[in-house]
C-alpha cells in the first residue's frame, strides 16, 4: 500500500517525527534473542532491553505504547 496516495505519513517520516519529538524506541530484548537479532538488523536509535528497562522507562513517562 502506498500510504502517501492515502495522505498518510511513510513510516520513515513517522520515525523521524518520533525523534524529533524525543521518543525512544526500546525494542524487546527477549524477541531479540528469539529471533536471533543483531543490534546491527535496527535502524539507527533503538535501544534493546528487557521488561525491566521498558518499566522504569514507561514509569517515568507521560505516554508510553507496547507492541
Not at 500500500?1 to 530484548?29: D, H, P
Not at 528487557?50 to 513517562?61: D, I, M, P, R
Amino acid at each position: 500500500m502506498q500510504f502517501n496516495t492515502k495522505g498518510i505519513a511513510s513510516i520513515e517520516e513517522l520515525r523521524f517525527a518520533c525523534l524529533e519529538s524525543g521518543v525512544k524506541f526500546i525494542a524487546c530484548q527477549m524477541t531479540v534473542d528469539l529471533f536471533d537479532f543483531k543490534p546491527t538488523d535496527f535502524i539507527d536509535g533503538i535501544e534493546i532491553g528487557g521488561a525491566a528497562t521498558f518499566l522504569e522507562f514507561a514509569g517515568k513517562s507521560d505516554v508510553n505504547l507496547f507492541i
